[in-house]
Each structure stands twice: as C-alpha cells, then as structure tokens.
C-alpha cells in the first residue's frame, strides 16, 4: 500500500477517525475505545543519497498524507501540516490563533522516518504544570500554560547526513626550543647581579598533506521556529529508535514543514564537521603548536535522512514579547522562556527594604 493510498482511519467499530495514542502506540478510537495495530513496516529508515536528491524529481515528493492539509501562521511563518479531524488552532511557535483557511498540502520531500509521540499530552500537561510551579517570578498569565491545551504535539522537521571528507590542507608546525637568557637584577644592596633563566621558544616548519573523515547522523533543525538552544537542549534524541515513515503516526499531530532545505541543511552540516577536521589537520601536523592556514575538503558518499521528532509545544505573548515552551515527546524534558515578572520582584525588593528599616530603627533605639 502506498502513502498516498491511505485515506484516513476509520475505527471498525465505530467509524470515527483513529488517533495515535502515545502510551502503547496503537491507533485508538477516541470514542469506543477500540484499539488498532500500526502495521509493523519490514523495511529499516534507509539513507538517501544526497546527489540525487540535490535536483529533486516529483516522484521523491509526496504530500505526508493524502488526506493532510497545510496551513501557515500569518504571524511568525510556520506551516503546519495535519489531519483531519485535527484543526489549526492556535500557532505552536508564536500562541497565535490562525486564522488562515488550511488548504491542502503541497508535497515535500517525504521522510524516512520518525520517532513516535511515547510520552502523552496529559504527562506532558503534569510535567509543565510541576515546572511551572518552580518558576518564581513569573507573571501570572504564565500560569495558563498549566491548561492542557497551550501546548500541542507537532513533529519537527530534522535531517541527518552522513559524509566522507578528505581535506587537503596547508600550515605550519610549530617545535619548543629552550634557550639560557642572562638579565640582571640589583640585589638588596642596591648591587647589579647576573642570572640566567631557560626560555620556551618556537620554530615554525611549513606543513601539508590530506586527513580523511567520516562522519555519521549529523542531526541539523529543519525548523526555523524554536531557538538553537532549545533544539540542541532537546537532545539527545533515541534516534536508535527511528520507525519508517507512516501517515498513521500523525494521526492526532501536526507536523511542521522544513523551513530549511536539503542543501541549506547540509551546509550546516559542513560547519559542524569544521571542529573535527580541524583536531584531525592538528594531529597530522604534530609538533608542539600548529597554525592551520588553508583548507579545502572535499565530501563524497554523503547520504541523507528526513527525519520528523516529536515535541509539544505552545507559545505565550507577553509585554510584545513571544514565549517559547517546548517538551520532548519522548523523554517529558522541558525546555522554555520565561518572563520575569517586574512587578513581583519590585515587591519583594520594596518588602525586603522595609524589613531592613525596621530592623535597623528596632536596634538602634535600644
Ligand atoms: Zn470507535
Ligand atoms: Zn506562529
């Protein structure tokens, strides 16, 4: 059966549309109860090669679901993609209400696979709301983050590549030496007096050659929508874990458009590698300082994946101001802005002063 062939999922009991349902990963019918098993797929998440997705042909493009429609938030950007009986709601990114008509979806480049939703909106609900009894200071209107409807579950757009890099590079080899230095000091009688000191030079040689790299599931954001600390504060992800795509995962969930495209992606990708190429050039250079001057890699044998990972998340307006929180759909962590509340620290500050006052008139009246 292919992708496009699924329409929606009936319940066999009752007709109503399937949900996926975190605690056990089944389809469940929302109403009966009944339960329905996500065809187990044979076949693995598979890599794709890069090159030949560089120049993508119509038949790598499919919309996520046949029946999926799309809509874009009119404040911050974000497509969402979703289901019926899913509706837009409010904007997961920015707390908007969007008020665009969903159409339906344009096709995108089809993932590989994904990580199941495992934790449930009501845990994640419980787990905000304990966070959120932590956050001191906070304006009160943060407290509406404790419904569990502010957040939302969407899959979040990722690739990962895997790269061969061999870089050719140039640069210097820096080699200690040590040499005996005579400098003069006046002792206590005003004496000049000779000393010697050994000291640490270097001698710079020219240095070039090749190291070669691999590198395995660089994980990069698709999405622009949540800030880099949130996403990276977000891993590690079980990505062992990875199912082959299937529409039935979505069914309940939104899923985000990648905002960032294949190419764009691996070029952060590239930047991500740098660090460790570098370490390699250094050891190959060897010495006891290097200087790195040029370097020009090239990568062949890359493959890619597109990956979709769960999150809740919800988005909160303050003073102009949009508030981010975010929970790992698989692990409950939460990562999230919070506003300071001027006006409850300028109580405390005007409260703690008075105690001081009182403190100092009560003692120095005795
Ligand atoms: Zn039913
Ligand atoms: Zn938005």
């Not at 895997?162 to 040590?178: I, N, S, W």
């Not at 290097?290 to 493959?303: F, G, K, M, P």
């Amino acid at each position: 059966m292919s992708m496009n062939e699924i329409k929606h999922y009936p319940c066999s009991s009752c007709g109503a549309d399937l949900l996926f349902e975190p605690k056990d990963g089944m389809l469940t019918c929302p109403y009966c109860g009944h339960k329905e098993a996500i065809p187990e797929s044979d076949g693995q998440v598979e890599e794709q090669s890069y090159e030949e997705h560089l120049s993508i042909r119509p038949e790598q493009m499919t919309a996520l679901a046949s029946n999926a429609l799309e809509v874009k938030c009119q404040s911050c950007g974000a497509t969402s993609i979703f289901m019926p009986p899913e509706v837009a709601g409010r904007c997961e990114f920015c707390g908007v209400q969007i008020v665009a008509q969903p159409k339906s979806a344009d096709p995108i480049l089809t993932p590989g696979g994904l990580l199941p939703f495992s934790v449930t909106q009501q845990q994640a609900s419980d787990e905000l709301k304990q966070w959120l009894s932590t956050r001191w200071f906070a304006p009160s209107g943060l407290k509406q983050f404790a419904q569990p409807e502010a957040i939302h579950g969407i899959y979040l757009p990722f690739w990962t590549y895997d790269a061969c890099t061999r870089t050719d590079y140039t640069g210097q080899r820096g080699e200690h030496y040590y040499e005996t230095e005579t400098y003069y000091e006046r002792d206590a009688q005003g004496n000049q007096v000779e000393h010697t000191r050994e000291v640490q030079r270097t001698r710079w040689y020219p240095a070039s050659g090749t190291v070669l790299g691999a590198f395995d599931d660089i994980l990069i954001p698709a999405t622009q929508s949540l800030s880099t600390d949130h996403l990276e504060a977000l891993e590690p992800w079980d990505l062992v874990q990875l199912k082959p795509y299937d529409p039935a995962f979505l069914s309940g969930f939104k899923a985000q458009r990648y905002q960032i495209d294949l190419a764009e992606g691996f070029d952060l990708a590239k930047e991500t590698m740098v660090p460790t190429i570098e370490s390699d050039v250094r050891l190959d250079i060897g010495g006891d300082e290097q200087t790195i001057d040029s370097l020009d890699t090239n990568y062949y044998n890359v493959t890619f994946k597109h990956l979709l990972l769960p999150v809740y998340a919800g988005a909160y307006q303050f003073n102009g101001k949009v508030f981010q929180i975010v929970v790992n759909g698989r692990t409950c962590e939460i990562q999230g802005d919070r506003p300071y509340s001027v006006w409850k620290i300028a109580l405390l500050v005007v409260a703690v002063l008075v105690l001081i006052l009182l403190f100092v008139l009560v003692f120095s009246n005795r």
